[in-house]
């Protein structure tokens, strides 16, 4: 079984550009969380998604970050105009289950480390 | 509001020793989860212990167990017989009532484990 799957691995971007970041979860899961690292610091929940909604987005910046989960296909974090300061991994993670029957089973990708010029 | 802390930035341990790294949490929430993860120098996320707020018993998995302390509001993790492949940063992270993956995480530790 494929794990949480994320790409890229690496992202260079110059800063005004936009980052596009990709989630597959694993098969069978339906929940999918984004979650940033800067240098030095633990995970920051960002954004919280089950298909086509958007869940939890409290730990998102308000402006030029986005994330959506459509219907088909992976889940996409997109950063506007990047500066210097979005440079950090960002984990997706995803879980089969939520709510009362949630056991704490969440499950990580490797990260996308974006580093921004 | 929750918080976690892990008040040891750095640990060093002697490879087939014990040895505890600590996690504190605060929440006003009834119930909660506790997680352990570990980072290792490649980066990837590695889930290696999970205690539920109401579970009776401590969590253990292989050389990792929890020790769960309530009323001290303390989850720290134990590792026995240390190895030199569990160096690496480890992250402490609770969930709280809405019972989601939204975790939030401490500083995390590292570890250091010597030959």
């Known amino acids: 079984n494929a794990g949480v799957m994320q790409n890229p691995r690496h992202l260079v971007r110059r800063r005004g550009q936009e980052a596009r970041l990709r989630c597959s979860p694993m098969k069978g899961h339906s929940h999918v969380y984004w979650y940033r690292q800067l240098p030095e610091e633990g995970l920051k929940f960002m954004v919280y998604l089950q298909k086509e909604n958007i869940i939890d987005e409290s730990g998102m910046p308000k402006e030029r970050f986005s994330a959506e989960f459509p219907k088909e296909g992976p889940s996409i974090l997109r950063i506007q105009q990047v500066v210097r300061g979005d440079s950090a991994a960002y984990f997706c993670a995803s879980s089969q289950l939520a709510g009362e029957t949630y056991t704490g089973e969440l499950f990580f990708g490797e990260g996308s480390r974006l580093t921004v010029l | ?115």
């Open chain 2, 1 to 115: 509001a929750q918080k976690i802390t892990q008040t040891q930035p750095g640990m060093f341990v002697q490879e087939k020793e014990a040895v505890t790294l600590d996690c504190t949490y605060d929440t006003s929430d009834p119930s909660y989860g506790l997680f352990w993860y570990k980072q290792p120098s490649s980066g990837e996320m590695i889930f290696l212990i999970y205690q539920g707020s109401y579970d009776q018993q401590n969590a253990t998995e292989g050389r990792y167990s929890l020790n769960f302390q309530k009323a001290r509001k303390s989850a720290n993790l134990v590792i026995s017989a240390s190895q030199l492949g569990d160096s690496a940063m480890y992250f402490c992270a609770m969930r709280g009532s809405s019972n989601t993956g939204k975790l939030i995480f401490g500083q995390g530790t590292t570890l250091q484990v010597k030959p």
